[in-house]
């Protein structure tokens, strides 16, 4: 018979997409001898099997549950549903990749009104028992259920306000009793039926409601932004349940080996007394911090120290820890990698390989795209703060700097963010707000702390988060709130200073952020791993300049057109397109000359003598034409036609399918005249820099070639242009010319067309368009719902088609290296900043990727971690 059911000590930690990352960490610690709850896992197969089943648990899975429930009770020396010695067990998700927050637990499972009685005789406690009950009935309804939590809480708040009590734990023993007995009734009227006494009907139910809990609308979403296949299933975890909520030698806490906002080597985390898990993660009660418990319980804060070191050399990594103090005993419920800020990640990957405990392949494994685009973001200008109106101050949760228009809740702040950038305000997150989170630009809270279920998410996410505002009073019902002695509306502005924890009123000027020791050394294992080379595209000495600051090795794709769209030039640029004849064209050609001329040549300047890559003329005439009625009429009066006359040339322009149209090599076949201007103008920058002592290699791509006597006849026409203009000035520079493979059809020709070129630039924006189909423009219509559908895995436009795209970029480089064994070959646009991408063409025998020059830095670790890959 096949296994579905694993006690603890059965597994390990290899055994986690099986076991999920929980139960496979549970069973990896009870080995190292870690004080940790006996308990058992039911597979991920098991989940993926219920959903094969109709939803239904089959019978020899419940078998396999029910012997290694046996198995616990006889190790725990009781019995679920006992009334001598009753058996409580937590029943916990436990996916194959950390999920936190997006799928359920269930705690307290085994009583009922008999056992919560037995357990408050036998500990001598009717508080603890019947908090544990009223809690149990809570989580019970809410999970299984699907009774919503407030209707619960109205009851809590109901009896703090009626005694003055500051939080529930103040609550009396005889108050915890009546809520129980109220939550039953709300139980009644909700489900309709009474609350479950059957403890083995409780479990079952509990189970498959973690399995239902897969394919919440939340952890679909989580899974979807973090990549994550709904194929995987979860495990679910039944536990022995301890007790951090028996009195004040009691608690519960999570902390990190690490600081995971820093990366700073110091335990750090949150802890509070009397209390169970939940509250800690929910941010119900602020908790305090771990240091504290170094002067409470110095035995105890010694022990999880030392815990936390040997997990984390175990695992070679932070680790985030959850823990129990159940009467001044120390359990330990859970281990795992643990969420960090971008910062933390480099901090942390370069201090692990300084401790010899990783290598520097490892710790460039362990930083990603994500990370390193965060550490990008900006940070408030310091003269800003001095001047800013701090409002309040909270928990520095997640760091970065954001400014935003208040919402209050997740549905308003998705609904907002379509038009304007959002902040979300809230008392505290829960895992139904992560929609609202991914659409803010930054969270704040006025409850909870640094484990908070906002502070995770938000770290995970790169989000600006400050927690635990508390001098923040939200009114949802009017939607404002009220700060300190000011009162703010929906749609206000505010700044979030996440690394500070510091909220200010409007908007607070932000500064570009600058990069640590340990991210340079980062960078520097990357340059030192990768062997495809980086280059950036720039259309103007700005973005050429940041390009050659991030590291660019030279320059993939200049795009000429975007020069023309310049203020001093469009006019020149419409008036050639609109010309009568080609001798009208020539004359605003020769004025456009120069001026491109001194574009290139600041250029050249800026590389230094590295490689430039200028594509020549691109987009179909018709979008430099212009639409206002005002602008049409200062051009007729200038080109000396009537508005009319204008009006119908214009409409004589105009593309039916510009994708497909009067573009690219044939706008240089039918009117070579522009590239032989462009083409003069590259000469004459090539040719000023030389004499001003810059080394000059300059790439002419030739784009859209799909036959391959277009690039012939153009590159025999520009080639003549250069040797001529190099025999006049009497002055030699380096350049090659070539094309850019954009259409399925030059891909299939690839070795007819590089007996013409000398390099091949992979257009993959318009090679996917192309091949598929696809308007990029006209795709985000139907793109996420075709996502939803799961008839496409990714957008492809954001990472590269595997199956379709890259099968014809493959022919192509092995086409092209036949005919031309030496051709360098590369591609350019989004595509070539996409780690996805970039491991995938790092593969097929290119030389470089080209993309925007701010994410340089972003390519390059990228593709060293390819290299590392296909080096396995």
């Known amino acids: 018979?096949?296994?579905?059911?694993?006690?603890?000590?059965?597994?390990?930690?290899?055994?986690?997409?099986?076991?999920?990352?929980?139960?496979?960490?549970?069973?990896?610690?009870?080995?190292?001898?870690?004080?940790?709850?006996?308990?058992?896992?039911?597979?991920?197969?098991?989940?993926?099997?219920?959903?094969?089943?109709?939803?239904?648990?089959?019978?020899?899975?419940?078998?396999?549950?029910?012997?290694?429930?046996e198995q616990l009770e006889k190790t725990m020396g009781k019995k679920l549903g006992s009334l001598e010695n009753p058996l409580l067990v937590s029943v916990r998700s436990g996916a194959v990749f950390s999920m936190p927050g997006m799928m359920d637990t269930i705690l307290n499972l085994g009583l009922n009104d008999e056992t919560t009685i037995v357990l408050a005789k036998k500990n001598n406690d009717y508080k603890f028992a019947y908090d544990s009950y009223r809690r149990f009935i809570q989580m019970f309804a809410d999970v299984v259920m699907g009774v919503e939590k407030y209707k619960f809480e109205a009851v809590l708040t109901k009896v703090r306000e009626k005694n003055g009590y500051a939080e529930d734990k103040d609550m009396s023993a005889d108050d915890l009793f009546k809520v129980a007995e109220e939550f039953k009734k709300i139980y009644k009227k909700e489900v309709g039926a009474e609350f479950p006494t059957n403890v083995k009907e409780q479990l079952m139910l509990a189970v498959e409601a973690v399995f239902k809990s897969w394919n919440n609308n939340r952890a679909k979403v989580y899974r979807r932004l973090n990549g994550i296949s709904d194929k995987l299933g979860t495990a679910v975890n039944v536990q022995a349940m301890v007790f951090g909520n028996m009195g004040d030698n009691c608690g519960t806490g999570v902390c990190f080996s690490r600081n995971p906002a820093t990366g700073e080597n110091k335990l750090f985390g949150e802890y509070l007394i009397n209390a169970q898990g939940e509250d800690v993660v929910a941010g119900i009660r602020t908790p305090k911090p771990v240091a504290v418990?170094?002067?409470?319980?110095?035995?105890?804060?010694?022990?999880?120290?030392?815990?936390?070191?040997?997990?984390?050399?175990?695992?070679?990594?932070?680790?985030?820890?959850?823990?129990?103090?159940?009467?001044?005993?120390?359990?330990?419920?859970?281990?795992?990698?643990?969420?960090?800020?971008?910062?933390?990640?480099?901090?942390?990957?370069?201090?692990?390989?300084?401790?010899?405990?990783?290598?520097?392949?490892?710790?460039?494994?362990?930083?990603?795209?994500?990370?390193?685009?965060?550490l990008l973001h900006p940070t408030f200008?310091?003269?800003?703060?001095?001047?800013?109106?701090?409002?309040?101050?909270?928990?520095?949760?997640?760091?970065?700097?954001?400014?935003?228009?208040?919402?209050?809740?997740?549905?308003?702040?998705?609904?907002?963010?379509?038009?304007?950038?959002?902040?979300?305000?809230?008392?505290?997150?829960?895992?139904?707000d992560i929609e609202g989170m991914v659409s803010s630009q930054a969270i704040i809270t006025s409850r909870g702390g640094m484990t908070s279920h906002a502070a995770v998410v938000a770290r995970g996410m790169g989000k600006c988060c400050v927690c635990g505002a508390q001098n923040m009073i939200i009114d949802y019902e009017n939607k404002k709130?009220?700060?300190?002695?000011?009162?703010?509306?929906?749609?206000?502005?505010?700044?979030?200073?996440?690394?500070?924890?510091?909220?200010?009123?409007?908007?607070?000027?932000?500064?570009?952020?600058?990069?640590?020791?340990?991210?340079?050394?980062?960078?520097?294992?990357?340059?030192?791993?990768?062997?495809?080379?980086?280059?950036?595209?720039?259309?103007?000495?700005?973005?050429?300049?940041?390009?050659?600051?991030?590291?660019?090795?030279?320059?993939?794709?200049?795009?000429?057109?975007?020069?023309?769209?310049?203020?001093?030039?469009?006019?020149?640029?419409?008036?050639?397109?609109?010309?009568?004849?080609?001798?009208?064209?020539?004359?605003?050609?020769?004025?456009?000359?120069?001026?491109?001329?001194?574009?290139?040549?600041?250029?050249?300047?800026?590389?230094?003598?590295?490689?430039?890559?200028?594509?020549?003329?691109?987009?179909?005439?018709?979008?430099?034409?212009?639409?206002?009625?005002?602008?049409?009429?200062?051009?007729?009066?200038?080109?000396d036609v009537t508005v009319s006359q204008l009006e119908n040339k214009i409409k004589s322009i105009a593309e039916f399918n510009p994708m497909m149209g009067h573009r690219g090599c044939r706008l240089g076949v039918t009117y070579p005249e522009i590239y032989l201007m462009q083409a003069k103008a590259i000469t004459q920058a090539a040719i000023r820099a030389r004499k001003d002592g810059v080394e000059v290699n300059v790439e002419i791509m030739i784009p859209l070639v799909g036959i391959e006597k277009e690039l012939s006849y153009l590159r025999e026409k520009i080639e003549a242009l250069i040797e001529k203009d190099i025999q006049n000035y009497k002055e030699v520079f380096n350049y090659k010319i070539g094309t850019m493979i954009e259409i399925p059809r030059a891909c299939l020709i690839a070795d007819k067309i590089a007996e013409y070129a000398e390099f091949f630039s992979f257009g993959t924006n318009d090679l996917t368009q192309m091949t598929f189909g696809y308007s990029r423009d006209d795709a985000e219509k139907f793109i996420d719902i075709y996502k939803k559908k799961k008839i496409l895995e990714n957008d492809p436009f954001i990472h590269l088609d595997e199956n379709g795209v890259l099968e014809l970029m493959k022919l192509a480089v092995n086409k092209a290296k036949k005919a031309k064994p030496n051709i360098k070959l590369g591609i350019c646009g989004e595509h070539g900043g996409d780690e996805k991408s970039i491991a995938l063409v790092s593969k097929i025998g290119i030389d470089y990727v080209s993309c925007s020059p701010y994410r340089v830095l972003i390519a390059k670790l990228a593709a060293a971690k390819a290299a590392i890959e296909n080096r396995k």
């Open 293 to 374: 418990l170094e002067e409470e319980y110095p035995k105890l804060y010694k022990e999880l120290v030392n815990i936390t070191k040997v997990l984390e050399k175990h695992y070679k990594d932070m680790q985030d820890i959850e823990f129990t103090i159940e009467n001044e005993k120390l359990y330990i419920l859970q281990t795992r990698n643990g969420k960090r800020t971008a910062k933390a990640a480099v901090e942390i990957a370069v201090s692990l390989v300084q401790q010899g405990l990783i290598t520097k392949e490892e710790a460039l494994l362990r930083v990603n795209s994500d990370d390193i685009n965060q």
């Open 381 to 432: 200008e310091e003269s800003a703060l001095k001047d800013a109106v701090i409002l309040t101050q909270g928990l520095a949760a997640s760091p970065g700097a954001a400014t935003g228009h208040i919402y209050f809740t997740a549905e308003e702040a998705v609904e907002a963010s379509i038009e304007r950038k959002v902040i979300l305000v809230r008392e505290e997150t829960s895992p139904e």
């Open 481 to 639: 709130v009220k700060i300190g002695e000011v009162t703010l509306q929906e749609g206000d502005i505010l700044s979030v200073d996440g690394s500070s924890g510091k909220v200010y009123q409007g908007d607070v000027k932000k500064s570009d952020s600058s990069f640590s020791e340990s991210f340079r050394k980062i960078i520097e294992w990357a340059d030192e791993t990768r062997e495809l080379k980086v280059f950036a595209n720039a259309d103007n000495e700005r973005d050429a300049k940041a390009a050659f600051n991030f590291g660019a090795e030279g320059i993939g794709l200049c795009r000429t057109e975007h020069m023309f769209f310049e203020e001093d030039r469009i006019s020149l640029v419409r008036k050639m397109i609109l010309s009568a004849s080609e001798s009208e064209r020539k004359v605003y050609l020769d004025r456009l000359q120069p001026i491109q001329s001194e574009d290139f040549y600041k250029i050249f300047k800026e590389a230094e003598g590295k490689s430039v890559n200028i594509r020549l003329l691109d987009p179909p005439l018709h979008e430099f034409l212009p639409h206002e009625e005002k602008t049409i009429e200062i051009i007729a009066k200038e080109l």
């Open 1 to 69: 018979m096949k296994k579905f059911v694993y006690n603890f000590k059965e597994g390990n930690k290899d055994m986690r997409s099986l076991l999920g990352g929980k139960g496979a960490n549970l069973a990896e610690m009870s080995t190292l001898g870690i004080n940790v709850p006996s308990g058992f896992t039911i597979t991920t197969e098991s989940c993926n099997d219920y959903y094969d089943n109709n939803m239904r648990i089959k019978p020899e899975i419940i078998k396999q549950i029910n012997e290694q429930l």
